[in-house]
């Protein structure tokens, strides 16, 4: 099943960011995808993606979980609507943790999904 897919992809995705694997994680994307963080420019392309994810030296994200609350799939686009949360490492040994909602537009891009369009923001 099509959503089924999706969802391995999320799970494969939040995998990636904690064991800091940032090429498989830029894979997850389109080669011209791009992402809207909170309070930034939007970033475009693969690599530029690549590296707005990859953490400082001594940080380390020890839980990312990805709850989607609809998936729809259109033919070879979908769009995927949830919440996240998340536990990170500072440097200083204290963690901090976090939560948001987010909205993705997924493609289909020869026979597998890739995150065309990413937007987040947090919930304090």
């Not at 953490?55 to 949830?82: M, R, S, W």
Request: zero cysteines; aromatic letters at 12%.
């Amino acid at each position: 099943m099509k959503i089924n897919r999706i969802k391995e992809k999320i799970i494969s995705f939040s995998r990636y960011y904690m064991i800091q694997e940032y090429d498989s994680l830029a894979h997850s994307y389109t080669k011209n995808a791009q992402i809207l963080p909170p309070g930034s420019d939007i970033i475009i392309g693969r690599e530029a993606i690549k590296k707005r994810w990859i953490l400082p030296k001594g940080v380390q994200v020890l839980l990312h979980q990805v709850d989607p609350i609809e998936i729809e799939v259109v033919g070879t686009t979908a769009y995927d609507i949830g919440y996240y949360n998340g536990k990170t490492l500072r440097k200083d040994g204290s963690i901090s943790e976090w939560k948001g909602k987010y909205l993705i537009v997924w493609k289909k891009v020869a026979g597998e999904w890739k995150i065309y369009a990413d937007a987040w923001n947090r919930i304090d």
